[in-house]
Structures are given as structure tokens and as C-alpha cells.
């Protein structure tokens, strides 16, 4: 069955402090290299894009950004990446956390099927142990509990959030609204809101998606809709009427993104949550970076988004500042 997180009632939204004010944060997929048109295979364990991070790392902080670094077990299992990883949080303000990739987590248990990679799907048995297996190695390695998860492919499920209060989790961001992933078995987030809200326990922070173009009000329900028209989606998208836009630089253009975060802002959403994957890093591991053009592309469209967020007054948060505003 197609897990579709319940809307928040009213009581269970973030009502963020003022002095807070409007703030952005960056969550890092930090994973292993392999195909993303294969299959998964529980073999591909490679960490060599991890060589790129400290020069991301550099610029980030050079502009006072935090960098959240969600890592999987073949990360904190690799001693050359926990290297890398434990000088990037000596800046006091990136923090690492937790990303539960199911098929190179063990203990390895049932098919290795497209459902079986969303972590949600599983037993809760084995996602309960996949998820200990994965928190205690990232204890180990960095001597620090973690405090965020976000399930590998987006794949949160029915239990997640029960399973990741009982292990000490404050904080998940796995819900990307505007997405449908039930087509290859995972969760349908086509309804779910931009905004941070309570959860079983646990805080939720969506990745920020937004709805733009003359159409925008009609937002996910429309999305959806036009999805199943042949070519709907682009007609509308050329047309300006409603285009979905995520805050990534994966395969999203900055100028999308820019109107997107004016949209946000003027609607009133006061923490944005953008992402990128760590193997963007270096050419030729992702579908976004295939070669060095690229790469320039992924920094100028960061260093364009920073001036918008500066322009605007809106400030970088850590996760250390977003954990103590939620009190």
C-alpha cells in the first residue's frame, strides 16, 4: 500500500519563534557512486566523489552556511570519508546526520526489488534494524549520536517516525511535497505541505518544493491532474501557467528557482530547506554533473541563490539553531 503522509492538523504546524525570522538550511545527501539507471546492487559501496567535498565545504563556509551531511553506511564505514566528514563539522555549525540507503544497509534480508530500496516499505523489524545497524555505526565514527534522518529515495513509511523517536531522533526530511514516487512503490507526497510540522514525536522538515506560474493555486491536486493528460505538464510549464520547482541545483534552473523562492517568501514559509547530492561533486557520478561545465553550473547557481537569500535578509540556520528554535 502507497504511504501518503497525513496533512498536519493546525496544532501540529511549527509556529517558529519571531526572533527566528526567515532562514534557510542545506541538507547534503552524502552517499556512495553507482548507476542511477541501474538497478540497485548492494555491491556498489565506492566513495571516491568524497574527495571533492572539502573544496564544497570550503566555499559553503566561506558564505557562514552550514552544511547538514546526511550520510549512509558506506560512508561512515569508509575511514577516508569519516576523515573528511569530521574536519567539515569543526567549523561548529555543519552537523552529520543520518540517510538510510536499504539496499547497501545491512542486515540484508528478503528480494532486493525496486519497493525493497524504499526503506518505509520494509518489516518494520528490518527497518528497525537497518536503522540501529546505521545509527550505531555513525556514533562510532564521530562519537556524536545523529539527530536528522531522511530515508534514502524519500522513502519514509507507516513506522519511520515511531522507529526514529525510540532512537533518539529529533528531526526527519524525507517528505519532498509535489512528489509521486508510488509509480516505482515508494510513498506518494503529492499533497503534502511545504511547512515544518510535528510528527509522532519528531519534527518534520519537507525539502522545500513550490508551485509556480499563473496557476500555482492550483498546486499539487492540478500536478497531478495534468500528469495524466499526455504532455499536460509541459504545455503548462511553457505556457507559465504551473511549473513544480524544488530548491536543488539537480536539474533545476536558477531563474525557476529564484521566482519559486519569491513565491515561498511572499506565502510566508519561513525555513527553506534546499539539497544536493554529494556525488554532484565531482563529474560523471550524477545525472547533474556529467562533466566540468556542469560543475561550474552547480557552484554559479548556488552563488546566485546565496546573493538572493542575502538580498533578502533571509539567514543560513544550522541544525543546532533550528533544533533550539523548535524548543
Same mark, same amino acid.
Given at each position: ?5 497525513? +496533512? ?18 542545506? &541538507? ?5 557512486? &553507482? ?54 563539522? *569543526?567549523?561548529?555549525? !555543519? *552537523? ?33 534494524? $537497518?536503522? $540501529? ?42 517528505? %519532498?511535497?509535489?512528489?509521486?514516487? !508510488? ?15 510535528? *510528527? ?15 496557476? +500555482? ?13 499526455? $504532455? ?45 547530492? !554529494? ?16 560543475? $561550474? %553550473? &552547480? ?8 546573493? *538572493? ?8 540556520? !544550522? ?9
Amino acid at each position: 500500500m502507497t504511504y501518503r503522509p497525513p +496533512r498536519p492538523t493546525d496544532a501540529q504546524r511549527v509556529v517558529w519563534p519571531e526572533d527566528f525570522g526567515t532562514r534557510f538550511t542545506v &541538507f547534503v545527501d552524502v552517499e556512495e557512486e &553507482f548507476d542511477w539507471r541501474a538497478p540497485h546492487d548492494s555491491r556498489n559501496r565506492a566513495t571516491t566523489a568524497m574527495a571533492a567535498f572539502p573544496d564544497a565545504h570550503r566555499r559553503f563556509a566561506e558564505r557562514g552556511v552550514a552544511l547538514n551531511c546526511m550520510i549512509d553506511h558506506p560512508i561512515a564505514t569508509d575511514p577516508a570519508s569519516v576523515a573528511i566528514l569530521s574536519r567539515v563539522v *569543526e567549523d561548529g555549525r !555543519s *552537523e552529520i546526520g543520518t540517510q538510510l540507503h536499504a539496499w547497501v544497509n545491512p542486515p540484508f534480508e528478503g528480494a532486493a526489488t525496486s519497493a525493497a530500496s524504499y526503506a518505509g516499505n520494509l518489516p518494520r523489524a528490518l527497518e528497525a534494524a $537497518k536503522l $540501529k545497524t546505521l545509527t550505531s555505526a555513525i556514533t562510532t565514527a564521530f562519537g556524536v549520536a545523529p539527530r536528522a534522518y531522511r530515508a534514502g529515495r524519500y522513502g519514509i513509511g507507516p513506522h519511520s517516525f515511531d522507529l526514529l523517536a525510540t532512537l533518539g531522533y529529533r528531526i526527519d526530511s524525507s517528505v %519532498r511535497p509535489g512528489y509521486d514516487y !508510488s509509480g516505482d512503490g515508494g510513498p506518494d507526497f503529492s499533497m503534502a505541505e511545504a511547512g515544518a510540522y510535528r *510528527e509522532r514525536g519528531m519534527v518534520e522538515l519537507p525539502l522545500t518544493t513550490v508551485f509556480i506560474g499563473r496557476a +500555482r493555486r492550483g498546486g499539487g491536486r492540478l500536478y497531478t491532474a495534468l500528469g495524466r493528460v499526455p $504532455k499536460g505538464r509541459g504545455v503548462f510549464a511553457r505556457a507559465r501557467l504551473l511549473s513544480r520547482i524544488a530548491l536543488t541545483p539537480e536539474d533545476m534552473p536558477i531563474a525557476a528557482a529564484l521566482e519559486a523562492v519569491a513565491v515561498a517568501a511572499g506565502e510566508g514559509l519561513r525555513l527553506f530547506n534546499l539539497s544536493f547530492h !554529494s556525488p554532484s561533486l565531482a563529474p560523471g557520478h550524477t545525472p547533474y554533473v556529467r562533466d566540468a561545465a556542469d560543475l $561550474k %553550473r &552547480f557552484y554559479a547557481w548556488w552563488t546566485t541563490m546565496l546573493d *538572493e537569500f542575502d538580498r533578502r535578509g533571509i539567514r543560513n540556520a !544550522s541544525l543546532d539553531e533550528i533544533i533550539v528554535a523548535l524548543g
